[in-house]
């Protein structure tokens, strides 16, 4: 079992092993091995992110693959009974909301199955009512981050799922109870790292900067990997990264440069509670390819938020990939396009104007949009993406293919080749896409108990539940 | 302040301008959130850092420009010794994933800063 209460006995080292930096995105199984050769005190891991956009918190599905999330854990779950160490997994299923927590949960049953395994493990959902938020709100406790709408009882009610993500503090909870398996819903990244070495008596902000590289796994190595594994040791006054596989290290500069990705401020990294302070970080080269962090500190703010990720559903989305290579349609596709759009708009008997029609032309401004800089230089071709997105599927359905079959046969001006403006590489030429989301929320609120999450504990013996 | 931002092109002859890209061994770009772009220059030498920032090569001036943007839409350019970098974090165009998406993870909006020249 796992030495829990310990604290007296609170070793000078906390060893902690990052599989991988996103669940399912996998890892040499020699590395792995490695890693416990080195007797970690935890394996943790990161499975979520926002980046994949709104869609998959929306349809409650996972942007990884279910049979490699699997792989991944099996090696996880097996290797941590064995070592009587505490497995934590935060952001279950990528957005972390109850359908994903349920995905997630139903491989860890498997694999308890499957290999016959006993542990006790604390199941923590992120998801939060409505109501509270809506209270919240209305105190005045829920502000924007960043660039973001002020959001309206609106955008709380219209949400398919909400959820919260969690600090250390639930974790922590969850261990109190004797899980030595969390299963965590939304998780701040770091937690799932740091949560345990906090509750033994280490540094937080050691524990939190520490956290917030190792959620990446090897990404801050060079080269850096998202499918490798490696270990952070936490001492009393530094923590040390270091690589489980020779085909790569940790450099200062590597170390370093990790703390810029993805955030808007490297000396500043905010989170539940507070914010991890790099003002005074420095970063030494040891031999083996490892790195020593020191002098990271952590701040408390005035009030303890958690921050809030919701989304709604805008619609149905209907598309149609398709290409051109005629130069005179190139030349004129500027003027082409608002022509089809208006031709079809004119066709339709109830045009919604809540219906949009977009067209997405790479090889001229595909990839920034209005900001591109080259704004007149076109490629020889181009492809077009006709991209219909209404408030039904069928109505998508409709304006997609009208708005193709329109555009293939339409006789613009100087039209020389006559018989078909598109070469599509697929039969079928349009894909239903289905729902469509966006982000309703992407807020702070204050919260009066970090601890606000349930937490269910279930024993497993031999592969088998009881609750 | 240098007056690479507001010549563009050098004139024959007298082209002693540099390229970002001899002192720049990393350009990218990557969403912070759905809601904001943040573009980061990691530079080859502390040197080169050193350099950049003391003509403060990367300004709001440049980045308004280069991505069409008020500099009301600049959250901020942070010098990062440590890692011999820039950030640069902006608005995003529209939240991510939103109608008229063009970029979900914000991962290929770098090409303007590939084009920056400063004095020799």
Known sequence: MQNEGNDDEMSKEFRVLSPTAILGYGFPEASFRRGMERKPHLIGVDAGSTDPGPYYLGAGKSFTNRAFVKRDLTYMLTAGVEAGIPVVIGSAGGSGAKPHLDWCHEIIREIAKENSLSFKMAVIPADIDK??????????????????????????????????????????????????????????????????????????????????ILECAAIAASPGSGADCVLGTLTENSFILEPLS?????????????????????????GPGGAIDLTDASFTELPGGRVEVKGSRYEKTKGYFLKLEGVRRIGYRTISIAGTRDPIMISKIDTILPQVEAQVRGMMKNPSPNDKLMFHVYGKNGVMGAMEPLGNAVSHELCIIIEALCTTQDAADTLCSVTRSTLLHYGYEGRIATAGNLAFPFSPSDVQMGATYTFSLYHLMEVADPCMFPINIEQYTNGEVRK | MSKTTKKRIPVAGHGHKRSIMEVARVIRSKNSGPYELTLDIIFRSCEDYEMCKSRAIVNPALISKLYKIPESDILGIIWFEPAHAVKITIRRWIASGDPGETDIYGAQQHAPLLGIEFDA
């Not at chain 1, 937690?191 to 540094?203: E, H, K, L, N, W």
């Not at chain 1, 590597?254 to 810029?260: V, Y």
């Open chain 1, 131 to 212: 109501k509270i938020v809506l209270e919240a709100m209305a105190k005045g406790r829920v502000k924007p981050l960043s660039f973001v709408p002020e959001a309206t009882a609106k955008d709380v009610e219209e949400s398919v799922h909400i959820v919260v993500q969690m600090g250390c503090e639930p974790i922590m909870k969850a261990l109190d109870m004797g899980a030595q398996v969390v299963l965590a819903g939304r998780c701040y990244d770091p937690a799932c790292f740091a949560a345990v070495p906090i509750r033994q008596g280490f540094d937080t902000g050691l524990a939190m900067h520490m956290g917030k």
């Open chain 1, 246 to 270: 020779d085909k790569r290290v940790f450099t200062p500069m590597s170390t370093a440069a990790h703390t810029l990705y993805e955030k808007s401020d490297p000396y500043h990294l905010p």
